[in-house]
C-alpha cells in the first residue's frame, strides 16, 4: 500500500518466425509494459510494422470519424460481438458510404440556412425603412445608398458636398436610405460622416419579390422548408446511429487491438532474422507470461528476467541484482549480457503500479494531479485517505452539508465516465460522510441545533466554539488543530526518512531525523509551562478538568474546559543549571539539539527554515479551526436572519423553535438579536417574510455548501499538498501502459 507494486525488467529474444505468435500472447497476458528501443546497438535496427498497419491504421481513423459525426459513445453498446474481416470489411464501407451521404447533406442544409439567416439580416433594414428594393437600382442620374449613421450629420455633409445638386433621406432610428443628384461615389462624399453602407438584396432571390418586406417572407418560407428538410437528415442520422453504434464501437476495438499488435515490432531490436523486446512486469506475474510464451511458441524464444527493480533514488538498485536461471537473485553485478551475446536495452525507470484498492483508491486522484509516485517514493495515498476527509469533516461539521456532499460525490461517481472524475467523486462521499459524522457529533442539521436535541438530550458531546457559552471549544480546536498539524507534520518527515535511507541511515537521520527532533521539541516545550516567557492560559485549561491546577496561573481550574482529557499541560523536565541561562530543561535541549543537526545540514539558512517549518508550517493547520468557525459563523447567519434569534446565558436559541414564554422574557431582557423573516407580523408580511425566508434560507445554504467545497476543500488539499508533500514528495513516477487491450465490445469466442 505505502510501496508500488515490486517491478521485473524481462526480456524476450527470438526468431522473427515465431515474433507474430509472441506478440500474440503477449498482447493476450495485458502486462508487459514494453521498453522501447533507443536504437543504440551496433546490428540491430527498430522494427518494422507487420504488413496490413497502415490499412488497419487507416480503417481505425475511418471509425472513429464516424463516431463522431454520429455522436457514438459508450452508452451506446451492445453487448459484445465477434466481428471478422469480411464483415468489417463490407459492413463498414456501407456504414462509410451513408453517413458520408447523409453528412454531406446536412452539412449543405446548415450552409443553406446560414446563407438565408445572412440575407434576411441584409434584407431587414430595408424593411424597416419601407421602400421597395427596385427603387434602389436602374438609375443613370442618380445616386442610391442604404446604410447605418446619423441622419442629421449626413444631410449637413451632403448639403456641403459641392458634386451634389439635389438629395432626398428618408431614416428610422437607426437606418437611412440616400437618394443624390447626380449620380457620384456617395462614400466620396461621406468623407468625415459615420456611414456604414449595406448591400442591396439581389430581387432574384427572392423568387419576384419587389418589397423588401416580400422578399424577407419569401426567405423565411424557404428556411422553414430547408429546415424541415434537416430535420429528416438529422432524424435519418439518428437512425443509423442505433443500427451500427454497437458494430462501430466493437470494430474500433477490434482495429485498435490489430494496430497494436502490427506496430509492435516497432519498439523492438531486430536483425535480419532475430528480435528483442523489454519491458517492465509484476515480478509475482513473471512466471505466468513465461508460461503464456512457452506455451505459444515452445522453445523458440528465451525468456529473461534482468532485473528486479529496487526501492532507491534510481528506481533500481545502483549494484544491479542479477537474477540465476531459477529466477532468483544471485547476488552478483556486472554487465548484462543479451541472449544473442550483446548488451541489453539501456535500462529505464519501472513503471508505477499503485497498490491501493478499496476505498483508498479514488484518493489515488488526488495524488495525480500533482503527479504519481516515484517508484522509489512512498505512497502517500492511505494518510491522504486517512487525513483529507478527516479535516474536511471537522472543518464543516453538519449532517445536512454532508448528505448532499455524499448525495453529489454519489451522482459524479454514477454519471460520468472518467475513472478521474469517478475518482473525485469516491472522494465526496467520503468527505461527506465525514462531514456527517462530525455533524452528528456536534448536533447540527444545516447549523441548527435542533438535531442535539434530538440525538444528545440537548447536550452533544463537542460543540464548534462559535457561542459565547462555548468558546473555550474555539480555543480547543484552534490547539487541536496545531497538535493535528505535528502529527501530520512529523509523518511527513518519517517518510522522508525511509527514502533517504538508501543513502544509509546515518544520512536518513541528518536529513529526516533532525526536523523530527526540532518540530517535536518545539511544540512539546510549547505545551510545557516554562520560564521562558508566560504562555495563553487556556493552552493548559481547555483539556484539562475541573480541580486541576493551571500551571500558568498556578489557580484551580473551575471554568474553560472544554475536553476533559486531563491534561494541563507537560512538566518540565529540568537537567542542568547553565550560568547566566538558569535551569535548561530536556525540552529546551531537545530544541538546541534539532537546530544544532538542521545547521548541519543545512547551513545558515537552517536557522530561517528552522522558523518557518518547525513553527510556522504547524501554525498554518490552525486554519483548520478559523474555517470551522467561519463556516459555522455563515450558516448561523443564514439561520438568523430567517428564524430569528436571541441570546441567553451565552447561548443564541431560534425565535422560530422557541416556547413563546421564553421569547417574551428575551424581549423583555433586550437579548433578541434579529426577529427573523419567518416571525413577521401582520398577514402581508407574514407572507412576504416566509416567501424570502425560504429564499434566503436555500440559497444562504446553498452558499455555504459551494463555499465548502472552495475554502475548506482547498484548505485541506493545501496542507496536504504544501505541508504534508513538501517534506517528502516529488512524484513523478512513470504509468504503468501494459501492451495489451481490455476488451468491451469484441469477444474472441
Known sequence: MLRPERMSRISVTGSKRVMDDAIEAVHDLNLLHVTEYDDTWEGFDPGDPVEGAEEAAQKLVTVRALQSTLGVTEDDAGRARIIDDEELETELEATRERVNELDDRRSDLRDELREIDDKVDTARPFAELGIDLDLFAGYDSLSTAVGEGDADAIKGTLADAESIEEYELFDTDRYVAIFAYPQVNLQDALVGVSFTEYEIPDLGDGAGATSPEEYIDDLQHRRRQVESELETVENELEDVRHEVAGFLLAAEEKLAIEVQKREAPLTFATTENAFIAEGWIPTDRRSEMKTALESAVGDHIEFEELERAAYDGDGHAHERESIDDRGGASGNTGQEVAADGGTTMRSSDPPVIQENSGAVKPFEALIEVINRPKYSELDPTFILFLTFPLFFGFMIGDLGYGLLYMGLGYLIMR?????????????????????????????????LHQLGGIVWDGHPPIHKGLQPHFIYYAYAWLLASAVAGVVHLVVGRVFDFVNNLEHGVGEAFMESGSWIILTVGVWWWVFTETALGPKPNFMFSVFAAEGMTNPATGETITEGVALPLGFNGFSSIELFAVPMLGTLSLQVITILVGLVLVLKVEGAIGLVESITQAFGHVVSYTRIAAVLL??????????????????????????????????????????????????????????????????????????????????????????????????????????YTPFGYDRNHTTED
Open 630 to 735: 467561519a463556516k459555522a459563523g455563515m450558516a448561523l447567519a443564514v439561520n438568523l436572519l430567517v428564524f430569528g434569534a436571541y441570546l441567553h446565558d451565552g447561548e443564541f436559541h431560534l425565535i422560530f423553535f422557541a416556547e413563546q414564554a421564553a421569547i417574551e422574557e428575551a424581549q423583555a431582557a433586550n437579548e433578541v438579536i434579529f426577529g427573523g423573516l419567518f416571525n413577521a407580523e401582520g398577514g402581508a408580511m407574514l407572507v412576504l417574510g416566509i416567501i424570502f425566508g425560504l429564499i434566503v434560507l436555500v440559497l444562504g445554504h446553498l452558499l455555504v455548501l459551494v463555499l465548502g467545497i472552495t475554502s475548506a476543500g482547498l484548505q485541506a488539499i493545501r496542507l496536504e499538498y504544501v505541508e504534508f508533500f513538501g517534506k517528502f514528495y516529488e512524484g513523478g513516477g512513470k504509468k
Open 415 to 447: 454519471r460520468f465516465e472518467s475513472d478521474a472524475i469517478r475518482s473525485l467523486g469516491g472522494v465526496g462521499v467520503y468527505a461527506g460522510a465525514f462531514t456527517a459524522v462530525f455533524g452528528v457529533l456536534y448536533g447540527e442539521f444545516f447549523g
